[in-house]
């Protein structure tokens, strides 16, 4: 007959062995999740600033672009923008650092990296530890 720390431990994993195949039935699957965070280590986000004035797109530096420009634009005799009296927006890509520390974190917890987690249990009452090695008090005989 089991016992109940048998029991116990059996009905929670039952509980975790249900979730995952809710997972795996809804497409999240294991091999998902690392595509996700692999995904994630290289990830990115735009940035924009909005400027006075008119900007000539070959003037805003590497990797930047003029996402609009608005108002009054005037051009020299070449065609090039000198001046506006609107506003312009541009925007470039940086490194995303807080999402790829966050998937960072996640892959070594996934790995097992990590050591596990402290936990501090109070319990009351009784509590019987079931080591399986008979003792002299506990009625059985040498």
């Known amino acids: 007959m089991a016992s109940y720390a ?14 995952l195949e ?3 039935k809804a497409g999240l699957t294991f091999e998902y999740t690392i595509k996700l965070i692999k995904k994630e280590l290289k990830a990115k986000k735009t940035e924009r600033l909005k400027v006075k004035g008119a900007v000539n797109p070959d003037n805003v530096g590497k990797d930047r672009r003029v996402l609009a420009t608005s108002g ?3 051009t020299d005799k070449d065609g090039d923008q000198y001046y506006g009296d609107g506003d312009t927006v541009i925007e470039w890509d940086e490194v995303d650092w807080t999402t790829r520390q966050k998937a ?20 009351s009452g009784n509590i019987v530890v079931n080591t399986g090695v008979p003792r002299s008090f506990d009625g059985v005989k040498k």
Do not use: F, W
């Not at 048998?6 to 979730?19: F, G, H, K, P, W």
């Open 6 to 19: 048998e029991n116990s431990a059996q009905a929670a994993q039952d509980v975790v062995n249900l979730r």
């Open 22 to 24: 809710a997972l795996d």
């Open 72 to 74: 009054t634009i005037e």
């Open 104 to 123: 960072r974190m996640d892959l070594h917890k996934l790995r097992g990296d990590y050591p596990t987690e402290k936990q501090d249990v109070t319990l």
